[in-house]
């Protein structure tokens, strides 16, 4: 079935540094692939989303590129700030009515450090 | 106006009781689930309901009954729970598969 893996966490970055995130995929057909992000306490928020191979999703100075070739929809951002602490999730869907659901990475735990 | 509105937020109960959770979204989405978040952060399906059908279920115990009276609610009912329901569960709508928008969750505690 299709899945989806993420780095573990948690990533330690000092306040400006740069910060990648690895997520990885395996599906059949072609996915939507997405980041969301969890405060503490709080909910899931959508951070950015790619619906097709080579598209590049982009929000807060976040950017991730879908690669059909690698599977790959790795998570960056140039600057860190301590506000970005938070835990990122990578997720999958297939976009099909019958089988429409999110597949989660485990999630990697952020923290930054002024 | 909070898009996907979950209630209540926390809930401690005793085993072998009984609860609700309540969902409602103001987006107009046609599509609502349910999520089950364990000790661990991992995020996992248990129920999505199109225009007021069952679409998915997954392995789910038969103690959990969702229930959608419209497009804009969804519930969950627990039975009989157990120590190992304790977990945050989270409502989510989305429209025509895109994109989910997720409630703020509901920490279970079963003791």
């Known amino acids: 079935g299709d899945s989806v893996t993420q780095m573990e966490g948690p990533v330690t970055l000092s306040e400006e540094a740069f910060l990648t995130i690895n997520c990885t995929y395996t599906a059949t057909g072609y996915p939507s692939l997405f980041w969301y992000v969890q405060y503490p306490g709080e909910g899931l928020q959508l951070l950015l989303k790619?619906?097709?191979?080579?598209d590049k999703g982009s929000n807060k100075g976040f950017e991730a590129t879908y690669r059909k070739e690698t599977t790959s929809f790795h998570l960056e951002k140039g600057s860190v700030q301590v506000s970005d602490s938070a835990v990122y999730f990578c997720?999958?869907?297939?976009?099909?009515?019958?089988?429409?659901?999110?597949?989660f990475g485990t999630g990697t735990r952020l923290q930054v450090f002024p | 106006d909070t898009a996907v509105s979950q209630t209540p937020k926390y809930l401690v109960t005793q085993m072998g009781n009984d609860k609700s959770i309540k969902c409602e979204q103001n987006l107009g989405h046609d599509t609502m689930y349910w999520y089950k978040q364990d000790s661990k952060k991992f995020l996992k399906i248990m129920f999505s309901?199109?225009?007021?059908?069952?679409?998915i279920n997954e392995t789910v115990p038969n103690r959990f009954s969702p229930k959608s009276p419209d497009k804009a609610h969804l519930n969950l009912h627990i039975n009989s729970l157990e120590l190992g329901d304790s977990a945050v569960y989270f409502c989510a709508s989305s429209h025509r598969y895109t994109e989910a928008f997720f409630g703020q969750g509901t920490r279970l505690t079963v003791v």
């Open positions: 309901y199109n225009n007021k059908e069952l679409i």
């Open positions: 790619a619906t097709k191979a080579d």
């Open positions: 997720a999958l869907s297939d976009g099909r009515r019958n089988t429409d659901k999110l597949i």
